[in-house]
């Protein structure tokens, strides 16, 4: 694996993400077509991260360790609802 270049790709994917995600907030969440935008850059994201994890440059299980306690923060910071439901779901 080229390395420079795969976290060069994973960048360019990320800011795609904000691209889309922008869109969203932009032009309103429930846009169908800007949903499956943000759904494409999130599988491009997720592509990437499946490229590191099978190089052993990542551990996907690591980068798993991270998501309830963002979860947890989540509960206390934010409003998000059913925060609950989702972490008893992992
Ligand atoms: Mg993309």
């Known amino acids: 694996m080229n390395v420079k270049e795969t976290l060069t790709i994973l960048s360019e994917e990320c ?3 904000i691209q889309a995600n922008s ?5 309103g969440p429930y846009d169908e077509d800007n949903v499956a935008e943000l759904e494409q850059e999130l599988g491009d994201v997720m592509a990437m991260l ?3 994890d099978y190089y052993g440059y990542i551990s996907l299980e ?3 360790e991270h998501v ?3 979860l947890k923060k989540l509960k206390k910071y934010s409003k998000i609802k059913n925060l609950n439901k989702i ?4």
């Open 62 to 64: 690591n980068v798993k």
């Open 68 to 70: 309830e306690p963002k």
């Open 15 to 17: 800011a795609e993400v």
């Open 50 to 52: 499946l490229i590191l």
């Open 87 to 90: 972490i008893k779901n992992l």
């Open 23 to 27: 869109k969203l907030i932009r032009f």
